[in-house]
């Protein structure tokens, strides 16, 4: 089945930047997502990308997808502590089912 | 606009009990719905998706159970609860590739 793969934590200090990989198996990935999760709080959707596009900027995010390798990533530029959280990967090929990843922990040290 | 609601907030509940969490989906028609149950703060499980009324299908076997009795409306049940169904359960919506809306979760005690 489809499996999608993160680093568990990331600790960053306040205004660098942060990067979080992320690898997925599926080869037919339409769509893939980034996902952050606060303390005791449901998924907020950050930023999507179609499996055709390299890259997408949105303000202090950038998501590369580097579609040969399976491999997507996010970097927050400028990071903050309110970007403390646990992000999550995911992806669809389809439009029934997504597939998240394990979560990555951001840790921002002021 | 599209929003969710999932309650209750938070449930404490005995071994051997029943259960029920509701999700409503506002401002949408015919959506996908999915229930999430995510363990220790970390990844996510799929455990029921619906692409429309009375239609489920269950990812995992387990002691739950799904049903979606209007189109925008989605339950999750079990008959007894299990000490190992302690966890925060998700309700999330999707119409479009554009990802998910999830509601604010309900976080599950199994005592």
């Known amino acids: 089945g489809e499996d999608v793969e993160q680093s568990l934590f990331l600790s960053v200090r306040e205004g660098d930047s942060s990067v979080i990989n992320c690898t997925y198996t599926d080869s037919s990935s339409t769509y893939l997502y980034w996902y952050k999760q606060e303390p005791g709080a449901g998924l907020q959707l950050l930023t999507y990308i179609f499996s055709n596009m390299d890259m997408k900027q949105d303000q202090r995010l950038t998501v590369l997808l580097n579609k040969k390798d399976k491999h997507l990533s996010l970097r927050i530029a400028d990071t903050q502590t309110g970007d403390s959280a646990i992000y999550f990967c995911a992806e669809t090929g389809g439009y029934q089912k997504v597939t998240f990843g394990t979560g990555t922990k951001l840790q921002v040290i002021p | 606009s599209q929003t969710i609601h999932q309650w209750p907030a938070t449930l404490v509940q005995p071994v051997g009990s029943p259960l029920s969490l509701e999700c409503t989906v506002e401002g949408t028609s015919n959506p996908n719905l999915y229930w999430y149950r995510q363990a220790a703060g970390r990844g996510l499980q799929l455990l029921f998706y619906?692409?429309?009324?009375?239609?489920i299908s269950s990812e995992v076997p387990q002691n739950l159970s799904a049903s979606r009795p209007q189109d925008r409306q989605f339950i999750l049940s079990s008959k007894k609860l299990l000490l190992s169904d302690s966890g925060f359960y998700l309700c999330?919506?999707?119409?479009?590739?554009?990802?998910?809306?999830f509601g604010s979760g309900t976080r599950l005690t199994v005592v």
């Open positions: 619906s692409v429309g009324i009375g239609q």
């Open positions: 999330a919506w999707t119409v479009q590739n554009y990802g998910y809306t």
